[in-house]
């Protein structure tokens, strides 16, 4: 059974950092790559990072590139989103998200990619004075 847990999400102010963890099920890391997506208040949910199972191939939307770092430790199970240089627009829910091995990139295209069916509670990011 796949289960997503997140956690780490806080009040920054901008220009500060954060670092979300996804905890997920025994093996499910070696099986599954896991997305980060997020969701603000009247906005469309959007995918922003990914690290695919199959070859550790890392993949961000232009809105976190250079900012965000997505990585992994699957001697703990987790799966973590280094968030630095946050700006106000980055203030959403964070949910992670368990998908097939080699499909990595429709995240960044889709905010229901097929197959993405595992999904955490989310964490909250406010990113504020």
């Known amino acids: 059974q796949v289960q997503l847990v997140e956690s780490g999400g806080s009040l920054v102010q901008p220009g500060g950092s954060l670092r979300l963890s996804c905890l997920a099920s025994?093996?499910?890391?070696?099986?599954?790559?896991i997305a980060w997506f997020r969701q603000a208040p009247g906005k469309e949910r959007e995918g922003i990072s990914c690290i695919s199972s199959h070859d550790g191939s890392t993949y961000y939307a232009d809105s976190v590139k250079g900012r965000f770092t997505i990585s992994r430790d699957n001697a703990k199970n987790t799966v973590y989103l280094q968030m630095d240089t946050l700006k106000s627009e980055d203030a959403a829910v964070y949910f992670c998200?368990?998908?097939?091995?080699?499909?990595?990139?429709?995240?960044?295209?889709?905010?229901?990619?097929?197959?993405?069916?595992?999904w955490g509670q989310g964490t909250q990011v406010t990113v504020s004075l």
């Open positions: 998200v368990a998908g097939p091995p080699r499909r990595c990139r429709m995240v960044l295209t889709s905010s229901t990619p097929p197959g993405y069916d595992y």
């Open positions: 025994e093996n499910v890391l070696e099986h599954y790559s």
